[in-house]
C-alpha cells in the first residue's frame, strides 16, 4: 500500500494538470483553429493556450507543496522532487510533460479522424503519463531514474487508468467536463 502512496504522490504534479486545464480550459485553441493537410484540425479545441498554461502552473505549485511537505514531514517517508534547481526541471517536466503527452494525442486523434472529445482507451488515460516521464527523464535524469522504480512505473501504469475514470466520472458530475471520459 506504501508503495501506492509513493506512486500517486510522485505522479501527483502530473495528474493535478488535467484535472485543471478542465477547469481553466477554453478560449484560444493550441492551433489556432487551423487544419492539417488532411483537412482536418491540426490539435481541436481540446487543446487551449488557457487550460495548458493553468494545468502547467497548477501541477508546478502543487509539487512545490508537496516537495515542501516531504521535507517537513521526513517522518511521512514520502518521497521529495529533487535538489535544488533540478526540482524546477522536476516539475515542468511532470506537469508540460503531462500536458504535452495529452497534446500529442490530440493530434494523433485528429489525424484518426476522430472528433474532439471522442475516447480513445487507453491513450486517454497514459497519454499524459508517457508525456510527464518523457519530459522529466530528459530534463531530470537523474531524479526520474532513482525515483520511478520498475515497482513505481508498474503501479502508475495500473492505478492511473482506474484515477483517470473516477476523476473523469466526477469531472462530469460536477459540469466540468461534457463527457464522463
Ligand atoms: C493535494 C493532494 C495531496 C491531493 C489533491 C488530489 C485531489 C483529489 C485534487 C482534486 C483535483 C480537482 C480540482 C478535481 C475536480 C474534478 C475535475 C475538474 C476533474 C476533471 O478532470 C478529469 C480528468 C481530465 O483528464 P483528461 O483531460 O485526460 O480527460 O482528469 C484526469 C484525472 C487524472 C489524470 C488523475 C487525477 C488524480 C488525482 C488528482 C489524484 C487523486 C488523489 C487521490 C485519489 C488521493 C491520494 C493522494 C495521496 C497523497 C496518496
Ligand atoms: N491542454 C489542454 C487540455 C485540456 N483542456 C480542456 O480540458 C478538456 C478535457 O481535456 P481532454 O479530454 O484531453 O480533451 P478533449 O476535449 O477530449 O479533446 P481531445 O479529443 O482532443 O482529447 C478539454 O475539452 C479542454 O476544455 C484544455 O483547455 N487544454
Ligand atoms: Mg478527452
Request: proline letters at 5%; a positive charge; charged letters at 15%.
Amino acid at each position: 500500500m506504501h508503495s501506492v502512496i509513493i506512486a500517486i504522490w510522485l505522479m501527483l504534479p502530473a495528474y493535478l494538470p488535467n484535472n485543471f486545464a478542465v477547469i481553466f480550459g477554453g478560449g484560444r485553441p493550441l492551433d489556432f483553429g487551423r487544419t492539417f493537410p488532411d483537412g482536418r484540425r491540426i490539435l481541436g479545441d481540446g487543446k487551449t493556450f488557457r487550460g495548458t498554461i493553468a494545468g502547467t502552473l497548477a501541477g508546478v505549485l502543487l509539487g512545490l507543496l508537496l516537495h515542501a511537505i516531504a521535507a517537513v514531514r521526513p517522518d511521512l517517508g514520502l518521497p521529495g522532487f529533487g535538489r535544488g534547481f533540478e526540482l524546477i526541471l522536476v516539475l515542468v517536466g511532470l506537469s508540460l510533460g503531462a500536458m504535452a503527452g495529452d497534446i500529442v494525442a490530440s493530434f494523433f486523434k485528429r489525424r484518426m479522424g476522430m472528433e474532439r472529445g471522442a475516447a480513445l482507451f487507453l491513450v486517454d488515460q497514459l497519454d499524459f503519463v508517457f508525456g510527464s516521464w518523457a519530459l522529466t527523464l530528459l530534463l531530470a535524469p537523474r531524479w526520474f531514474s532513482e525515483s520511478f522504480t520498475a515497482e513505481v512505473i508498474f503501479i502508475v501504469l495500473v492505478v492511473t487508468p482506474v484515477l483517470h475514470r473516477v476523476m473523469n466520472v466526477l469531472g462530469y458530475r460536477i459540469k466540468a467536463k461534457k463527457e464522463p471520459w
